[in-house]
């Protein structure tokens, strides 16, 4: 075990050290005056139940996120493991929308077809966090499927499944 205080010279280390938590990968996708546009995204998670409401963290440099802090709505997608793909497509280009079945749902944002789930948001808050901004969003309609999630851990792809 390596320890370590976060400073500017050990921001690697501190990166490695977050990624050893293993999250589930999204795609966060609004609707644009220029169409459609999609982030993928490891800083998802639920908030509450009651009411429903979810957050994702947006990285403040990223060009694309004035379009989502901008957005009334928008949706966050849970890949499946067949998904690793997109995820790493809508990494480079927020308009990577080409060969994927997509519907229009909530406020006309795009909605990305089988996913492991599906949560379509009303923004609700933006706070200040650091580097990035915490948006939070009220679920106006979720779906699920017994698809089994795509995984995010030590920089790469992998599944989980309870099978």
Same mark, same amino acid.
């Given at each position: 075990m390596t320890a370590f205080t976060? *400073?500017?010279?050990?921001?690697?280390?501190l990166r490695d050290a977050y990624g050893r938590f293993a999250t589930g990968v999204?795609? !966060?996708?609004?609707? *644009?005056p220029s169409g459609p546009i999609g982030m993928t995204a490891n800083s998802f998670t639920s908030v509450s139940l009651d009411p429903p409401l !979810?957050?994702?963290?947006?990285g403040k440099t990223s060009a694309r996120t004035p379009h989502f802090t901008a957005a @009334?709505? #928008?949706?966050?997608? !849970?890949?499946?493991?067949?998904? &690793?793909?997109? /995820?790493? =497509?809508? &990494?480079?280009? %927020?308009? /990577? #929308? @080409?060969g994927i079945e997509i519907t229009d749902g909530e406020g006309d944002v795009p909605l990305i077809a089988n996913c492991a789930a599906r949560f379509e948001c009303e923004t609700r808050q933006?706070?200040?966090? %650091? =580097?990035?901004l915490i948006q939070v969003g009220k679920v106006l309609r979720a779906m699920t499927s017994d698809k /089994?999630?795509?995984? #995010?851990?030590? %920089? %790469? #792809?992998g599944d989980f499944s309870t099978g």
């Open positions: 976060p *400073t500017p010279e050990t921001t690697r280390q999204c795609i !966060v996708t609004t609707h *644009t !979810v957050l994702w963290c947006p @009334s709505h #928008f949706a966050i997608h !849970v890949l499946c493991d067949e998904q &690793a793909q997109i /995820a790493k =497509d809508f &990494a480079k280009d %927020g308009r /990577a #929308f @080409s933006i706070h200040e966090a %650091g =580097d990035h /089994a999630p795509l995984i #995010f851990c030590n %920089g %790469g #792809f």
